[in-house]
């Protein structure tokens, strides 16, 4: 795994191995949040495949609204003051640890990305930041991002941690063990962590199944699942109210400051989920339960 920090400067080079040839999910994903790091081929991609699955618009602002209430609780009402981002993105307006210190400024964020992209840009931003880092890592491969030297300075495992796998859990296949990933995580957090986690679901298998096999047709790893899979994947933990859920019904908030307007090109797509309810984004905080033994 290719390592990194916040320690890099402006002057480091980026990674040579971003791709130009395939999209990615980072910058398809940051283009429907109103990001302008992304390249033609996310572009074609994403609108090669908004005639489908004309949702995706919607739930990518849906689930980075999640975020920001989810962390906002996380550090007000839980006092989480740790986080780990696994597949953190591109920065946005509204960043993890941006949230988290409205909160709670003495919060520690630990950014993890296997879009060599993320890393650039992180770097950037955190250039000045001794308490937040970004690191490009593989989520499937949790105990190399446990054991990091970045992650062993910014996170102590004795105390209670919030892990986030928002908006992930579809690029994680079942041929990656989900479960094995994410029990490596939970065996090593403190009582009173907490797991944010979130993906793309079908109400209707057929439907979910196509949606795979057009994303992961196009080059970015994915599984669309039902809402019971999940549930399923994510059995042993313990979800706080109001369970895992359509994330707009997650504490919804009125008042939660806005995203960044879309590119005029996705707006026809705005709206999309009121009319098809069958795909959405899916998911919720979750207590992880005591240690054994
Ligand atoms: C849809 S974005 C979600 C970004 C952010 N978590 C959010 O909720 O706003 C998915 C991110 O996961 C990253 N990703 C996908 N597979 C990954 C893996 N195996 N390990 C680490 N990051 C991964 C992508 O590069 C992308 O930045």
Redesign the pocket.
């Known amino acids: 795994m290719d390592s990194d920090n916040r320690s890099g400067t402006a002057a480091t080079p980026p990674s040579p191995s971003i791709p130009y040839d395939i999209p ?3 910058r398809a ?1 940051g283009w429907m949040l109103g990001g302008k790091d992304n390249y033609e081929v996310d572009r074609d991609f994403l609108l090669s495949t908004l005639p489908s699955f004309p949702e995706c618009v919607d739930i ?1 602002r849906q ?2 609204q999640f ?1 920001f209430r989810a962390v906002r609780y996380l550090t007000r009402e839980a006092g989480i003051r740790q986080f780990i ?6 920065p946005t307006d509204a960043n993890v640890h941006q949230v988290a210190r409205r909160f709670a400024p003495d919060a520690r964020v630990v950014y ?4 060599p992209i ?1 890393l650039a840009h992180g770097r950037a931003l955190l250039a000045d930041d001794s308490s937040t880092t970004v690191i490009h ?4 491969d949790q105990e190399a991002i446990l054991d990091h030297p970045d992650v062993r300075r910014l996170i102590d495992f004795d105390e209670p941690v919030a892990v ?1 796998f ?3 859990g579809h ?1 994680l296949t079942d041929a990656d063990e989900p479960s094995r990933v994410l029990r490596t995580v939970i065996d090593r957090a403190a009582p009173g962590s907490l797991v944010g986690f ?1 993906q793309v679901v079908a109400d209707d298998p057929a439907r979910g199944a196509a949606m795979t096999a057009h994303i992961s047709g196009g080059g970015v ?1 994915w599984q669309t699942r039902t809402p019971a899979e999940v549930d399923a994947l994510l059995d042993g933990l313990e979800p706080l109210e109001p369970g895992l859920v359509n994330l707009v019904d997650w504490r919804p908030d009125a008042t939660q400051p806005p995203l960044a307007p879309v590119d005029p090109d996705l707006v026809p797509y705005l709206g999309a989920t009121a009319l098809n309810k069958g795909i959405y984004e899916y998911g919720g905080v979750l207590g992880v339960p005591r240690r054994r033994g």
């Not at 993890?112 to 879009?115: F, P, R, S």
């Open positions: 990615t999910s980072a994903y990518a689930n980075r975020l981002d696994l597949g953190c993105g591109l993890v990305d296997i879009d993320v890592g593989d989520m499937r986030l928002l908006s992930v690029h979130s790893p």
